[in-house]
């Protein structure tokens, strides 16, 4: 939502924005991974789709040609969410029967709000000569709605007026107006201390396990009376026991006082098991999606993948789908638009699902084809008869196929069987 009152300012400076993503995507696998998963599950949604004009629908499955599809634009703005709590989409309408929505850089916008006016200008940001490639001008009466929008004519300093809109996402942050807060603000400080742990490991393994520390000189008659020379043959004596900077034995009567701690003393497996369980949580992602040690079986990540849909991801996904739908709804002139989460996709959520309407089922309360509609498999023409109650356990493989289920005419008389007969198999399976 664009404001119109309040300070100007922008989204983070250059410098601070890259050392961010490079200290969350690049100096720690930990957070890395954890911003994969949360931008891959989102991705991994299918997204249903109703009231949609057919311009409208070729933006939602073919956005732009670099992301080429939906899964894709939506890895980026989780990304741009993870990191810094804003996304912009730019959506251009300039050939009407082929528009286009692609992200722009968040650090790369410029907010004016005493101008109603919102300026992309990666010039400005990368070598200080402000030179907007975009200039989107907003509406104060309508908040959020873009009311002109001008794009340069390269090569120029000239512009042109294009048909378009632009759209910002932005993570709630009591802080500021204008700029949202995302999840890697919370963790910096545990990245960095798990990359100083990490620092410490690679630094001692890589001098050969090594010690620091100090060498006392032995007792020396006469130290006071030293001259110059007799201080440069004890300083020759010390390097003749030294290779490589590599200390290879102490002159006699001195001693070597370490000033490091070991490992052990400092805890560092301890500390950095315990860093990566922080990150993980703090981005909202179980810890046995990352292999933890002892964490990783089947059950637990059937629940972990449970959990994570229900307390992040659908909330996650309902937010941001809600943000396009009413965005392209009022933008591309279809008020019906419907952007929901098809959980009948969803494998995880399948087995709950058909328990569910297992249950429902052996009360009598459904047809074959809301059966077959709940796991998402299309309609039959015989399937709008309810399920039996006595036959909810055999509905799931009748309802799956084509065939219409038989079940036992009312005027069949009963047989009468042996002690021994076998009485398992269903009436249509009777010889």
């Known amino acids: 939502m664009f404001s119109t009152g309040g ?10 924005f890259a050392a961010r993503a490079k200290k969350l995507l690049y100096k720690c696998p930990v957070s890395r991974r954890c911003f994969e998963i949360r931008a891959e599950k989102l991705a991994s949604i299918t997204i249903k789709i109703e009231g949609a004009s057919k311009a409208t629908k070729k933006v939602l499955t073919q956005p732009n040609f670099r992301d080429r599809t939906m899964n894709n634009l939506l890895r980026v703005i989780e990304t741009d969410l993870g990191i810094g709590g804003d996304n912009w989409l730019f959506l251009s309408k300039e050939i009407a029967s082929r528009p286009v929505i692609e992200g722009l850089r968040p650090d790369f916008m410029y907010q004016e709000p005493d101008q109603n006016r919102i300026l992309y200008d990666p010039s400005k940001r990368l070598t200080g000569t402000s030179k907007p490639e975009l200039i989107f001008t907003m509406d104060p009466d309508d908040f959020g709605r873009t009311q002109m929008v001008e794009r340069i004519i390269h090569g120029t300093n000239r512009y042109e007026v294009i048909d378009g809109a632009v759209l910002q996402i932005s993570i709630y942050n009591p802080l500021s107006a204008l700029q949202g807060s995302g999840a890697g603000d919370a963790i910096l400080a545990d990245v960095s201390a798990y990359a100083a742990a990490t620092k410490l490991m690679y630094a001692r393994f890589a001098n050969g396990g090594r010690k620091a520390g100090w060498i ?30 590599e200390l290879k034995g102490l002159v006699a009567g001195s001693n070597f006082i370490e000033n490091q701690m070991t490992f052990a ?4 497996v301890d500390v950095v098991k ?32 449970r959990t994570f849909y229900t307390g992040w991801l659908k909330p996650r996904a309902e937010f941001i789908l809600g943000h396009l739908q009413a965005f392209l709804a009022e933008e591309m002139g279809d008020p019906k638009l419907s952007l929901t ?29 809301e059966y077959r509609e709940s796991m998402g498999w299309p309609p039959v023409e015989w399937g709008n008869i309810p399920i039996p109650v006595a036959g909810a356990g055999e509905a799931f493989a009748t309802s799956s196929g084509d065939r219409e289920p038989q079940q036992q005419p009312e005027t069949a008389k009963p047989r009468i069987v042996g002690h021994g007969a076998d009485t398992s198999r269903r009436a249509d399976q009777r010889g």
């Not at 300070?7 to 601070?16: A, C, I, M, Y």
């Open 274 to 305: 315990a860093l990566e369980r922080r990150i993980a949580m703090a981005l909202g992602v179980q810890p046995v999606m990352l292999g933890f040690e002892g964490e990783t079986t089947g059950m637990n990540m059937r629940t972990a993948d």
């Open 341 to 369: 989460i098809d959980e009948t996709q969803l494998p995880y959520l399948q087995d709950d699902k058909l328990e569910q309407v297992d249950k429902m089922a052996g009360r009598g309360a459904l047809t074959f084809n």
């Open 216 to 245: 006392t000189l032995p007792e020396i008659d006469g130290l006071d009376d030293m001259t110059d020379d007799d201080w440069a043959k004890l300083r020759d004596t010390m390097e003749r026991l030294r290779s490589d900077d």
């Open 7 to 16: 300070l100007s300012g922008v989204w983070t400076d250059e410098e601070n």
């Open 265 to 268: 003393e400092l805890d560092i």
